[in-house]
């Protein structure tokens, strides 16, 4: 804010900015700041050491925590291999029904996380399609862990393509086409060329997808059946405790939660800077 | 250019083939099911599953609810976009990254500090209580969480829009004797409409599918304060799925209902603000 404010006509006056900044402020103070910080306040209400043991201590909570942990990154390396190839699919070629298949792409963000659960309880329950098949067989899928990461990886299935598809049609094949006419293979081509250009938004495709994957509710809510101890996510830990009446356990494993939003957010904000700083280094050198 | 990256690039048809087989199995297959177990209903029993008065309430509250909370946001956007975009201020670059916090936290997170907030002990309870606003377990607490949850939307689509506002157009409002209020509501919001139109409805179609958050705060109470995700998981819990299938398929239908619409709203308003 340098230039004095009458020469700038698109500067507004100071008490109209003053107005609309504080007003700004309490919007995210109340919708975001408050709610977020209330989350550690009752996580720690009875101290550091009652937080600690209520996380570790209670081998329900811990088996949650395993299976979001073994859940969430099934999840994401299937869609990050699935976002990869179809990124490379519609920025790199044309065919007839790329904007369809682009769209159809985004289908699972208009469809209700309890639907995505459903469909494959209609599919896989003991009343669905594959039901009766699958107990002669003697597998389960729903109300166990295959149900649930079948259920996030619908729900998180968007993530890495979109943010994929942007990212390479920006940079362009020039050279790829240069490193296949001087004779490398397929797989040299993916290392060597395609993945070092694309490696800070694939990052970011897969951050995303993995907060979403490990925060997953409305779908593996309906596929889990709620076996305490066997298919409860943490999400679904902290539903459990807060209905019988653990406020503070169901917030330590929320604040467990909360943290991994902010680590995202932190890793986001960072990518963000980088590439911002990489365009202007770029605009800088292309002016001299 | 085209042509030769076929000739030139390798893998084109095994990687459309693996997009389509996946998208297919995992994503197209499992929805034509929801609505292959829907057919096979008669029909009065399909229409007496989803025009019961607790479903039919049920559809009012959402999409009542997510209407409410889109326009909120639609207001609450601009002014936080036009803040980020126009003025500095201490500490613009967290309150930046704040706003995407809906994205990221789990909604599990914010239904249960949302069900605390509110109560008459929760931080914001204690001095809404009093003045009498019960927000807890009410159909307003709906609106707040929903509210919460499409925060982002609008912020992060009208953004880009703003910056890329031309300066020229400003100053010449200006100088042909525009007052500044003028120059924003005529001049500058027109170029907003097509951004705050695609905001909306990215945040309302967010807001009529949204369960995790909505459940830990609304109490859940049949015709007063039931959404339709959380009557499809009630009738699951009957283990009546064929009722169950044909709510979903109608809140399926109102989500891609929305979706088209909003491609053709977004298509009309590029040819006419373009």
């Known amino acids: 804010m340098s230039t004095p404010e009458k020469t700038n006509p698109r500067s507004d006056?100071?008490?109209?900015?003053?107005?609309?900044?504080?007003?700004?402020?309490g919007v995210i103070g109340l919708l975001i700041v408050i709610p977020l910080v209330d989350v550690f306040v009752e996580a720690f209400a009875r101290g550091l050491g009652a937080y600690w043991r209520t996380i570790t201590a209670d081998e329900d909570t811990r088996a949650a925590i395993r299976l979001t942990l073994t859940v969430a990154p099934i999840a994401v390396v299937t869609n990050l291999?699935?976002?990869?190839?179809?990124?490379?699919?519609?920025?790199?070629?044309?065919?007839?029904?790329?904007?369809?298949?682009?769209?159809?792409?985004?289908?699972?963000?208009?469809v209700s996380p309890v639907v995505a659960g459903l469909i494959f309880v209609l599919i896989f329950g003991l009343q669905g399609y594959l039901g009766p098949w699958l107990r002669a067989h003697d597998w389960r899928i729903i109300f166990a862990p295959p149900g649930l990461v079948l259920a996030t990886t619908f729900v998180t299935f968007p993530f890495v393509a979109r943010e994929l598809i942007p990212v390479m049609e920006a940079i362009g094949a020039d050279e790829e086409i240069a490193a296949v006419s001087l004779g490398a293979s397929g797989w040299q081509l993916f290392w060597r060329v395609t993945l070092p250009?694309?490696?800070?938004?694939?990052?970011?495709?897969?951050?995303?997808?993995?907060?979403?994957?490990?925060?997953?509710?409305?779908?593996?809510?309906?596929v889990s059946g709620h076996i305490t101890g066997h298919t409860d996510t943490m999400p679904l830990r902290v539903e459990k405790l807060y209905n019988e009446y653990q406020g503070a356990a169901a917030f330590a494993v929320a604040s467990l939660l909360a943290l991994l939003a902010l680590l995202t957010l932190g890793i986001k904000t960072f990518l963000e800077w980088k590439q911002a700083r990489a365009y202007e280094l770029a605009q800088r050198t292309g002016e001299e | 250019?085209?042509?030769?990256?076929?000739?030139?690039?390798?893998?084109?048809?095994?990687?459309?083939?693996?997009?389509?087989?996946?998208?297919?199995?995992?994503?197209?297959?499992?929805?034509?099911?929801?609505?292959?177990?829907?057919?096979?209903?008669?029909?009065?029993?399909?229409?007496?599953?989803?025009?019961?008065?607790?479903?039919?309430?049920?559809?009012?509250?959402?999409?009542?609810?997510?209407?409410?909370?889109?326009?909120?946001?639609?207001?609450?956007?601009?002014?936080?976009?036009?803040?980020?975009?126009?003025?500095?201020?201490?500490?613009?670059?967290?309150?930046?990254?704040?706003?995407?916090?809906?994205?990221?936290?789990?909604?599990?997170?914010?239904?249960?500090?949302?069900?605390?907030?509110?109560?008459?002990?929760?931080?914001?309870?204690?001095?809404?209580?009093p003045l009498g606003i019960q927000a807890a377990y009410s159909r307003l607490a709906i609106v707040l969480v929903l509210v919460f949850v499409g925060f982002p939307f609008v912020v992060r689509t009208l953004e880009p829009v703003l910056e890329r506002v031309d300066a020229d157009i400003e100053e010449a409002a200006a100088c042909l004797g525009a007052s500044r209020l003028q120059t924003v509501t005529r001049v500058i919001f027109p170029?907003?409409?097509p951004a705050l139109v695609t905001g909306f409805a990215l945040s309302f179609a967010r807001a009529l599918g949204e369960y995790g958050s909505v459940v830990f705060v609304s109490g859940n109470m049949p015709f007063k304060t039931e959404i339709a995700p959380v009557l499809i998981v009630a009738r699951l819990e009957e283990f009546a799925y064929a009722e169950a299938t044909a709510i979903a398929v109608v809140l399926l239908v109102i989500s891609f209902a929305v979706l088209v619409v909003v491609n053709l709203l977004e298509r009309w308003s590029k040819r006419v603000y373009a």
Do not use: H, Q
């Not at chain 1, 006056?13 to 402020?25: D, E, G, H, Q």
């Not at chain 1, 694309?198 to 809510?221: D, Q, T």
């Open chain 1, 13 to 25: 006056p100071p008490w109209v900015r003053l107005t609309l900044i504080t007003a700004a402020l």
């Open chain 1, 81 to 110: 291999i699935f976002g990869i190839t179809a990124a490379w699919a519609i920025a790199r070629f044309r065919f007839p029904g790329r904007t369809l298949l682009t769209a159809l792409i985004d289908l699972p963000f208009s």
């Open chain 1, 197 to 222: 250009n694309i490696k800070w938004g694939l990052v970011y495709g897969i951050i995303l997808c993995n907060a979403r994957a490990m925060g997953e509710f409305g779908a593996v809510s309906v």
């Open chain 2, 1 to 129: 250019m085209n042509d030769v990256n076929r000739r030139v690039l390798p893998g084109f048809g095994l990687s459309l083939g693996y997009t389509l087989a996946y998208l297919g199995l995992l994503i197209m297959v499992p929805l034509a099911a929801c609505f292959l177990k829907a057919a096979t209903l008669p029909f009065d029993r399909f229409w007496a599953a989803v025009s019961t008065e607790r479903a039919v309430a049920a559809y009012e509250l959402t999409v009542g609810a997510s209407l409410v909370s889109a326009a909120i946001n639609v207001v609450l956007g601009v002014l936080v976009a036009w803040v980020l975009v126009r003025y500095e201020f201490p500490l613009k670059r967290v309150v930046d990254s704040l706003v995407d916090l809906p994205f990221a936290l789990p909604t599990a997170v914010a239904g249960l500090v949302y069900s605390s907030l509110y109560v008459e002990s929760g931080w914001l309870g204690r001095f809404l209580v």
């Open chain 2, 191 to 193: 170029s907003l409409y």
